[in-house]
């Protein structure tokens, strides 16, 4: 089946670093992937979506200078959170559409990340 | 109002017992609907997709009211390893991003 791979899965850092996550698709081509945030106890938000050659779609309210989305490759989506302050603690996911309308998204197993 | 609400429970039923989630959706416009199953810290993964003329799969049963914008989720004969966050969740299309409701906590207790 179609496996999505997101790395790093766990992330602490001092607030003001720079984070990058990647989201790859290990065997179809995405052409377009998304990125997902879930706070506690909070529902999954979308956040942008990536489309492979052009630049992201963000959803209203995601500052996009602060998440930089990078979609190089038909496999391959980074996000980098910039400047990262606690605030920005969370669980981001990424997914990956397949092209099959019966399997709308697979997911990445999400990266964990906490700003000290 | 918000987009996919849901019941957030939790819902603690005994092994074996009959569950049923319902979710109601705002977007008259959303065209493609399916629960996904959350475990804690984990990513969601699909469970099924949902249409108007209803799906099975197993002891899940999945259906559709477009009209009500309300889509319902029965799990029969549940299991332990039932126990997780049950999402609702609805697209505008095959390539959209999707919108999750806060997903529904359940806990199956032997």
């Known amino acids: 089946g179609a496996v999505v791979s997101q790395h790093p899965s766990w992330v602490i850092c001092k607030s003001g670093t720079s984070v990058k996550i990647e989201c790859r698709s290990l065997?179809?081509?995405?052409?377009?992937m998304f990125w997902y945030r879930q706070f506690p106890k909070q529902s999954l938000m979308l956040m942008a979506t990536s489309n492979e050659g052009s630049k992201a779609t963000y959803e209203q309210g995601v500052e996009k200078d602060k998440f930089l989305i990078n979609h190089a490759s038909l496999t391959l989506s980074t996000l980098t959170v910039t400047s990262a302050h606690p605030e920005d603690s969370s669980f981001y996911i990424c997914?990956?559409?397949?092209?099959?309308?019966?399997?709308?998204?697979?997911f990445g197993d999400g990266t964990r990340l906490s700003i000290l | 109002r918000k987009e996919v609400e849901q019941d957030p429970g939790p819902f603690n039923v005994p092994e074996g017992a009959t569950v049923a989630f319902n979710c109601t959706y705002s977007n008259s416009a959303s065209q493609s609907f399916f629960w996904y199953r959350q475990d804690c810290r984990k990513e969601p993964k699909l469970l099924m997709s949902?249409?108007?003329s209803g799906n099975e799969d197993g002891r899940f049963t999945a259906q559709l009211n477009r009209a009500s914008q309300y889509i319902s989720l029965l799990i029969r004969d549940s299991k332990l390893s039932d126990s997780a966050t049950y999402l609702c969740v609805v697209a505008g299309g095959g390539a959209d991003g999707l919108t999750f409701g806060k997903g529904t906590h359940l806990i199956i207790q032997p």
């Open positions: 997914s990956a559409y397949t092209g099959a309308s019966n399997q709308p998204q697979h």
């Open positions: 949902v249409y108007s």
């Open positions: 065997d179809f081509q995405a052409t377009t």
